[in-house]
Structure formats: C-alpha cells, structure tokens
C-alpha cells in the first residue's frame, strides 16, 4: 500500500506519506515519527512540547521564556497593533519596540489558551443525539456539549472548556485550557518588514518575511511563571533536518466524499471567491482615497487578500486532475473495504449515497446561510458587537441548553469579552461593509426575496448603511457595557439606530441558520458519523483527525521541492531579501530592518520551507527540532499547499516558516531589543559584534 | 429522434427543438418554421426582414420608416449618451428628446451596417491553410481573408466587407454590408426607465424596461432613404403568438467539445469573473466619491456588472448536471455516428482526443493572453487608443497579408474611425482601469514572470498609472490624429507617457498573442474544421452554426415558463412598473415616465418574453411577426437563459423583448416625441386620447 496512492488522506498511518498528518497530542504517532525521521522523541518531549505550545483566538503561539514570553507572527499581532495605534503613530509603520517590560501593551480582547487535559467523552455525546434528527439532532447535541463544558469549568475564567468533535463525529473530546486574558504585546517589527513582497509574496517561496512577534501574558499585573517553555535557539535549520511543529490548524475537509467537494468546487468556493473579491476591489479604492483610509482598510484588507489567495489555492487543487484523481481512488478504495464488510454494512447503511443526496439542499440553502448568517456584514466589527449584543440578551432568556450553541453558559463569558473589549472603531469601514453586504446579499438571494424586503425595506443599500453606522453609538464600550448589562429589556428599548436594525433582521438571519442547520447540517453530521466508524473499521483507529482549530503535532523535515522542472531550496538569507528589494511597494524595505543591513550577516537564513502538514490557524506555530528546541515560527505556506485541505501532497505541500535565527538577528541588530534577548538566553553570546 | 435530448445542440433540423437557432439567412429553414408556427412566411417576406435588419459595432436594430430611422435598445446607445453629456447636462438622466430632426446629434464612432450580400468563399479559405501549422497556418488564413476582403470593398467607405468564419470552420462566407458612419441619435428615454430595477433586474423577466431608443443614418448632411422598412405597429403581441427576432448575436460555443467546455468551466469562466468582480468594487467605490465619478463611471460599471451576471448564468449552466447529461448524451451520438463510418475516420482522425490533449496547454497560456492581449487595460479608452495608434503605426510599415489582422488593408479603415472619434475622456477612470489591470496581471502572472518586470519596471501599478495617464494628451482629436497621420515616426518620436508605455510592452503584448495564437489557436481551429466537416457528414447540412455577430434569424413563439414550481406569464404592463417602483434606487421611477403615468393606459403591454434563441448582440434585434410587423426589440434575456451559449434548453430559454407598444405609448405621452410618431404613422390615430 505504502505511497501507492499519491494523496494518501488520512489512511492507517503506515499507509500515509511520512509527513502527512495533524496529529492530537493523545494519539500521536511517536513510533512512526521516529522511525521515518531517525529521531528518538518520546512521550515526555511531547509532554514537553505541548505545555509549552498556546493558541490565541486565531493562531498558534510558543512559549519562549520562564516569564510569559510568547513567540508568533507578527500577522497574528496585526489585530493589536492596529488597536494600539492611532493614524498619527501607527506602530504597524514604526514597529513596537518597548525599551522594557514596563512600556509593553496590552491587547484589546487577545486571549492566550495553553492545553492541560484532553478527556473522551464520545459516548456521551453520541447518546445525546441518537434517534433524534433534524434541528432536534443538532440542539441536544449542542445541550450536551455545553453541559459537559459547565460541570468541568464552570464560569472560571482562567479556564476554558471545549467538547471538540473529532473525525466529524467519530470522536468527541473535552478539551481543557488554563486561559489568560492578560496579553501584552512586547514586540512586533515594522510590518513592511513583517510582510515584505505583501500579498504577491504571500503563499509562496522563495519568501524573505519576518513575519514574528512577541507577545507576554500576565496574570495580576505580572508577567505569569512559565517553566515549561520552549529553549530559544539562534542556530539556523539544515535542509533535510527533522522539524515538528505544534500548533491548532483552523479546518479541513480531508474526510469529505467526493459528492460534498464537488459542491465546494462548484458552488462553495466560486461563491465565496467572487463576493470577496468585489469587497476587496471596494477596500482598494477606499484605501487609495486618503492616508487615514490607507491606515483603516489595511488590517481588513490584508486578511481579505489573504482568504482569497487561499481560495485560489484550493480552487486550483478540485480542478487538478491527478490530485483529484488520487482522491477518488482513495474514496473508492474505501468503500471496498466497506462493501466487503457486511456487517458494518448493515449497520450504517450507505453514507455515501446519503451525503450525496443531500448535496441539492446544501446547494440551495448555503448561499443564504453564509450570506445571511456565516458572513453577515462583511466583518464589520460594530454589526459583530450588535449582533452579540441583540443575541445574548434573547439567549440568556433561555435555559442554557435551548440557546444557540456559541452563547451557552460556559461559552458566554468569550463573547462577553469579545463585546467588552476596547478597540477603536472606524464607521467609515463600517458602513463599506455593511453596504457591500447588503448588496450582495439582496443580489444571490434575487431582489424578489421576501427576506430581501424585511433587511431593507425600501431604504437602499448604502443609505441604510449610512444611516445605521453613522448613527450607532457602540464605538463606545460604555454604551456597549451598558447594553450587555441592561439585558433584553435594555436591548429593545435601545433607540441606536444599529441595534434596532439587527433586532429587526433577526427573523432573517436566525431563519437562514435555521433551516441550513435542520436541512442540512444535522443530516450531514449524522451521515458523517456514520463514515467514521465505517473508516475505523476499515483502517484502524491509528488515523488522524480533520483539522478542527485545535492543538496538533505535524512532523516533517527542512525540504524545498521540484515543480515544472524548477526546483526551490529549502533556506532563503537576508542576502536574498536584500536583492529582492526594488524600492517600489510592497518590495520596499522596512526602514529600521534597512538600516540595520550592515550589522546583520547576510548569510543569517530567515525563512525555510518544511515538509510539515499546516493549515490556516496553524500560523506562529512553534518549530522543534528533535531536541526540542524552537527554530522558527510557521506564518505561511504556498498557493499550491492550499490543495491540503483536502489531502496531503507529498511533492508540493510545504510550510512556510521564519527562523529563530532571522529572529534574534533582528532583536539585535534592528530593533535594540537587548532585554527580550537576554530573556531568550541569546543576549551576551555575540554582543562582541554589535554595533549599537 | 425527435426531442429525445434534452439539449439538443444543433443536430439536423428536424430533430431541433422548433424554436431552436440562431440560423443564417441563406440557409434557414423556411418549412419547418411554418411548420412549427403555422406561419407562411416565404422567401420575399425573408429578403425583406433581412433588407430591414441592420447592426451597431456591438448591437441590432431595425429599420422603421422611410427615411432612416432606426430602432434599437437605450443602452445600445448609452456610449453615445454618454459622449453627448456633460456632468451639468446629462441625457442618461434627462433623457435625449429633440423636439425636431434638427436637433438630432451625431453619436461619435458609432456605425450602422446593413447586410447586402454573402457568398461562400469555403475553398479559398481552407486552400489557404492547408499544410500549415503554429502562427503560419494562422497567418495565411488572415492573409486570405484580408485580400479577399480588399477585393471586393477596397477601401471603400461606404461598404464592409468580412470574411466570417461559420461552423468553426466548416464554412467561410464573405458578407457584404451598406455601412454608415453619420449616425445620429434622434431619441433616448431617461435612462431609469429604460434601465429600471438596475442590475438586479438585468438578465430577469417578468421585467419593466423601457430599453428602447431611436437612431436614424445620414448621408451628406442629410437622412438616409431607407424605402426598405419594418412596417411599426402599436398592437401588442399576444401570448403564443409567433415571433421572429433578426439580429447579430454576438457569440455562442454550442460547438465545443466537453473537454473544451470544462476549460470553461474550470478555468476561463473563474478567472474572468473574479477579476471583473474586483473592478466593479472598485468601480462601486469610485462612483460613491462624487456626483462627477458617478457620472463618469456609470457607462462602464453597467457593462461590467452585465457581463459578470452573464458569466454567473453561465458558470450555474456549467454545473447543472441536467443540463450537462445532455449535453454529454448528444457527443456521444456524434461520436458514435462518427465511428461508424471508417471512411470519414481515416480523414480526419480524432479531433476530440486532440482538442482534448490541447486543454492543458491552452489552461496555461490562456491566463497571460487574456490578461496581456483580450482585455488589456481594462477597457480604458486611452490605453485602447494608444494601442491602436501604436499598432497601427508599426503595422502599416508590413505588406497588409502580414500583418496583424485587425490591421490589414481592408480593416484599417474601421480602427482609424475609432481612433479619430471624438468623444470625452476621464483620466480618472482610465487610471483606475489601468492600475487594477497591472495589478491583477502581475498577480496571475506572478511577480517573478519577467514579462511583469517590463510592464512595471520598478514602478507600483498605481504609481505607474497615474503617471502616464496624467500626463497623456491622447484625449485630444488632434493628438491622435498627428500621430494616426505621423505613422511610425511620430510614434517612436512622441514623448507622450501613455504612448511611451504602450511602446514599451509591446513584445509582451504580442507575445502573449504569438503564443497563444501558436500553440493553442492553430491546432484549436484545425480540429474544429474538422469535426465541423465530420457534422456535416453526420447530421446533414441543414445545421445553424455557432453565432458570430452575423446576421441571423431565430423563430418562437411569446410564451412564459414554470421553473420550481412557479409560472411566470409572458407579458408585463405599465401597471406592474407602478407597482414595481419603490422610491429607492434602482426602483425609483424615471421623473419624465412617472409624471406620464395618468396619461399611459395601464394595461399599455410593456416587456414580452419569447421562446426565440438570442444572446448577447441580438440587443437591439428588430422582433417581427409573420406579417413582417416590427412588434418590440429584444433587449436581454434571463440568467437561466445564459447556458444558450452553450446549448439551447427550450424550458428555459427566453429572450425579454420591449414592445412597440410601450414605445409608442412613452413617445406619446411621456415625451412628447409627435414628429417621431408621425414617421412612424401612429401619431395621429390615437391623438383624440392625448392629453398633450
């Protein structure tokens, strides 16, 4: 079997390619890993390395020092920085650089979450759901999991709860998290230095960024003790070296029929790609208008430009036809294996032709669930604290277990923060969202949609945008407070003109959930289930997991690769980024990196190309050598990696990462960070050769 | 046979569906469509809808009195409204009524074309080829067409000739056209009224436009003699009443293989839409900075959005499995009649399997020829003269048989007309369209192709285009003409920015076109030649070809459908436009029509739709019943209708037509047009009921 199939998706791990896979922490390979990198690691390096490994809301993070220090992207900062700038000192221009501990910053609303338990609790959630279908499914389900969070964590807010659904519906966990709201940024580099080459040299390698920062959590007003940290190394990786990287990739669909991607390809992924891309079209034009438009779009911007790339990715791998090709054989290998079984055969019937069956509703109901209820107002951050604001006061009414899932008891208090948290807001963004929400919507559900009347009434799009967002007073988090804490009666007697809007559409949008859930989702996770345990019957429970935002384990090693008769080293120097530079944007140098050119070994490698399996989330993951050392921070892979949602490529998929080298060169030589390099251990050793 | 398929893709007559077609004069199939309508048409009533059809450079019309008057669609002339209009004097808002032929304007640029003759140049043509491959093969057909094309018309100004390429490549006919370049505009209603509901109504029925306008041809200062006429009627077409559309569709692909059409679907259809849908935000934000950029943009964004909801009727065709299987179904029974005559294989081989293996080559060029050569600049008007002043220059310096083809001897004379044509610029909007074209292609290509670096040098994309669009005085007549006149010296010689850069790129341009043209052209045509001819061998001769803004005639019947259970009725009124107006943009009422609506008899008949086979082109196509009677002008279709590009599906086609009725009626009592009426010979009979 081994490599015959060339996308091995997730088979018995013997079967798969040697770096296929984002394995949990409980059921990782160790033996295979060695066997297939010629390490000797453990079960105490793993425990090792996962206690030292975080997550933020959105990314993975590394715990570097005794005292708090954490090791990201700057990308994962971006949000931050942002917030703490003002269009007149922009720190995403100038870099964050804290002369000490005193001066670092807090983040409005970051969270960071370290993983201290993982408990199996399949059979119980498998017991909530069994004979019920349709939206019935889908709340008991949803009932259990909140109470499985409740009775473990309570409301403690140092902790986090999580019922993690693993091999879509194969496994449940209980995932639990010491969680720490008190982050503080300690240093981001310019931006421009972070994201040199900016989208056309995201997704790609060659790559020349420093795309890395550090953040320090706090507990009480101190930095929080960390013995279990990750030992900062300034020595570069070697091509070929063994690598790991831990960290919580966002999302796969690895274990999806045939039938269910085509849908992504046909419908899904077009749908999705060509209504951002309009948004994007209207941010560049709104960017271009003034500098302070420049200093608003830019954090919306870049993540826009970022999914979309990513889309264009996966769009290219469901039209690959040897990638899709090794797809199919695997699916239809499968299935012999189930066919032969006529036991297992009895007792799930045909999930195949289920979810095939399904996919005409998923068709025709998608579209106003993502427009309606997934993507609702583009990523405008006041309608976000509305609707937050709008449902929590309606859920709280209700007993935790008939609430939407994301405002249960134990989920609450993450809302709360999210809606609390201080942030500066800009209408102008706001209402471009908004708008282009709007319009879009009203043009995929067709202007003859009733649902169209009841979000616009005979206002236009951009008027009622206009109206609501220069009207709202959420941009206030006093005002926001006052309604979080006034309740539904607060809510409803609310004159803000925002507030009045999402609670008048809320019929809409909690309809389009409605029925996508009930027609849709609770029949596709039932029928997901099912293909679960056919899988493990037919291939052994050593399998791992979709990605589903949680802490992973992928191993690999410092590899470029050959493609179209061109082949790409593994390491690219300062040297190369130097060369690279034109002077024109986004391949202008940062200044304070620029100035720093002299003192800074050409020679010094800054990014490398692994053989690791990473997603989106998987950004600021830590690399670890098989000493457990970090080497580098994961912050991208290439357009042609994008395939692995859907399977692992041997010859083209590779993770994208910055070196601790790059970055401890630069804390050096660019940035004066002398006491974050003396906390790493890397402060004395060359100070020989510094200049400033 | 009969029916069997679904699709029914162009098989012998007999076995199409009755109103499926887009049929040539000299071949249309007089008895059968008496036979499916019980008319009894003949070949004078043929001779003379011909005689009385005539073509814009992109649209139809129809010929309504004796002394040149023409109609065609509001937004067939809205460029021409557009070059008419001043931001202070806007006729798209104020609409376009001379109260006298005096007062009628010249539309600049724009021509009328009436066919006059064809005659079968096959022989010459594919004697012309034969032995040839690559750019040689390409080259001395473009030869052959552009001598032929001089043989007959010289460069006679009043007369076009064209060689046209039919059954792609089964047949070469020379059509001969009366051409006239003094068209002016004699009336266009408030372009809300023509255009009411705006893009969400586009491509939708039952519909409410008033998409009709008036043209008329001069010769020497004074109108045309047309005694060849469509008879004007204000009697309202009747439910399932035939009807026979005229015109000039512009494109169909009907002749595709599958494998070509999943190029289609895969990778022509997404990258278009997503890169039009990124201009049109850009655009949308443009337009809201000030009453100026809506004015300026307005022209350009409609043309895009039409075209991206074109391309979203086409991209659901292409994934609609029912419509597929039949489009599969009906290239098997080709292939399979093919098989069986051994004779026919041994000629010519396998065209499926080598239009097959060609997919991945044209997969890759094809991103750099669209991007580079089809749609270079984005539409920008001083980038699109720049190049036809440039090309020309170097172009006439060849024998005309090598040239480019657009500018051998015969052709030159139409690309002079659109360089010398004055009509207003807007450096605002070409800066836009230019930036986001070097923007998008340096995302396709990547920034590491070397055909980037020369298009951008160390410039940003925004730098570059306000550079030379800043600083070009190509907007000037007399510019271009110094330089149309000055040939090739003058252009190397000119120091102007925009000329200096078309200069400059052209060997990526045409390299672009070289390539693709080489490698994927060529081989591209000799394989569709060759299943054209095994067509004919396999269905007979009675087949209609692939349109290709010729003139056609198609036949049906005004009729609705049922589609999800919901019927829709063939006929609107001006009732059900009251009804329809909201107040908000783009439901908000034309001021003129609403102020005319006491006067308009309610029940007035406004929009039809019919069974008739148009696309895009047959805009403008004079609708005729079997008396010869002029009784509306098609003017769009539906979104299910789009997958007529790629076969004709009889439960959803349908062409949306505006009636003469609604024409007369808004002459008459919106805007008081009597001499109009009276040309048209219904301006007194109803004149007891006027109220003006």
Redo the contacts between chains.
């Keep these: 079997m081994r490599r015959i199939l060339f996308v091995s998706l997730l088979l018995a791990s013997t079967a798969a390619a040697a770096e296929e896979g984002m394995w949990t922490f409980d059921n990782f390979p160790i033996a295979a890993a060695n066997r297939a990198l010629g390490t000797r690691i453990d079960q105490a390096w793993l425990d090792r390395v996962r206690m030292a490994s975080a997550r933020t809301s959105n990314c993975s993070a590394g715990i570097v020092s005794a005292e708090g220090l954490i090791l990201t992207n700057e990308h994962c900062v971006a949000t931050c920085v942002a917030n703490l700038s003002t269009p007149e000192r922009d720190y995403a221009v100038l870099g964050f650089t804290p002369a000490s501990r005193a001066e670092e910053r807090r983040c409005p609303g970051m969270i960071i979450e370290v993983l201290t338990g993982i408990d199996d609790v399949t059979a119980r959630m498998q017991a909530a759901g069994r004979g019920l279908s349709g939206q019935a499914f889908t709340q008991a389900r949803d009932a259990e999991a909140g109470r499985i969070e409740s009775e473990t964590c309570g409301r403690d807010e140092t902790r986090r709860c999580q019922v993690v659904t693993l091999y879509r519906g194969g496994q449940f966990k209980l995932y639990t998290y010491r969680r720490y709201t008190d982050v503080r940024l300690a240093f981001a580099p310019e931006h421009r230095a972070a994201a040199f080459?900016g989208?056309?040299?995201n997704f790609?390698f060659p790559r020349f960024g420093l795309d890395a920062a550090l953040i320090r959590i706090y507990e009480n007003d101190a930095p929080v003790s960390t013995p279990n940290h990750f030992r900062w190394t300034e020595a570069p990786p070697t091509p070929e070296q063994p690598v790991f990287v831990a960290g919580s990739p966002g999302a796969t669909q690895r274990l999806l029929t045939q039938a269910q991607l085509m849908t992504v390809r046909?419908?899904t992924l077009?749908l999705e790609?060509?209504?951002w891309?309009?948004?994007?079209?209207?941010?560049?034009?709104?960017r271009?208008?003034s500098a302070e438009n420049r200093f608003i779009a830019a954090d919306a911007l870049s993540g826009i430009e970022n999914s979309y790339k990513r889309g264009i990715g996966r769009?290219r791998a469901l039209?690959d036809a040897r990638f899709m090709a090794g797809r199919e054989a695997a699916e239809a290998d499968f299935r012999r294996r189930v066919a032969g079984n006529a036991e297992l055969t009895r007792e799930i019937g045909d999930p195949w032709a289920d979810l095939a069956a399904l996919q005409a509703e998923t068709r025709r109901l998608y579209p106003a669930f993502y427009m309606l209820e997934t993507r609702a107002a583009g990523g405008s951050q006041l309608f976000t604290w509305a609707n937050q604001i709008v449902r929590a006061a309606q859920e709280r009414a209700r007993p935790s277990a008939e609430r939407l899932a994301e405002y249960g008891e134990a989920r609450l208090p993450a809302v709360q923060r999210q809606v609390l948290a201080e942030r500066p807001t800009y209408p102008a963004l706001d209402t471009?969202q908004l708008s282009?929400w709007l319009e879009k919507t009203?043009?995929i559900l067709?202007?003859d949609d009733p649902r169209i009347r009841r979000l616009?009434g005979?206002?236009?799009p951009?008027?009622l945008a206009r109206r609501v967002m220069s009207g709202t007073r959420l941009g206030d988090p006093a005002v926001r407070r006052a309604l979080w804490e006034g309740g539904l009666a607060a809510v409803e007697a609310s004159d803000d003109p925002l507030i009045r809007f999402v609670l008048a559409i809320q019929p809409v949008t909690r309809g389009a959930r409605r029925d996508y859930e009930d027609r849709v989702q609770a029949a596709t996770d039932r029928a997901s289930e099912a293909l679960a345990r056919a899988r493990f019957a037919a291939y052994g429970t050593s399998l791992y997991p979709d990605a589903t935002g949680t802490l992973r384990l992928t191993y690999g090693r410092i590899r470029g690769w050959t493609s179209e008769g061109r082949t790409v080293e593994p390491r690219t120097t300062f040297a190369g980024l130097w060369a690279r530079a034109?002077?024109?944007?986004p391949f202008d140098l940062a200044p304070r990196l620029a100035a720093a050119r002299p003192r800074i070994p050409a020679d010094t490698v800054l990014n490398v190309s692994a053989s690791t399996d990473t997603i989106g989330g998987s950004s600021g993951s830590p690399a670890v050598n098989a000493a457990g050392e970090i080497v580098g921070a994961n912050f991208d892979s290439t357009v042609l990696t994008q395939r692995n949602a859907y399977g692992y490529d041997p010859e083209v998929n590779r993770s994208v990462l910055v070196t601790t080298a790059a970055v401890t060169a630069a804390l050096r030589h660019a940035y004066g960070m002398e006491h974050l390099l003396a906390e790493l251990g890397v402060g004395g050793r060359r100070g020989g050769r510094r200049t400033r």
Tied chains: 1, 2.
């Design positions: 080459g989208d056309l040299d790609s046909d419908m077009p790609q060509l209504i891309s309009e948004l994007r079209g209207r941010l560049i034009r709104f271009e208008e769009m039209i471009l282009w009203r043009e067709t202007v616009l005979d206002e236009s951009e008027a034109t002077g024109a944007e």
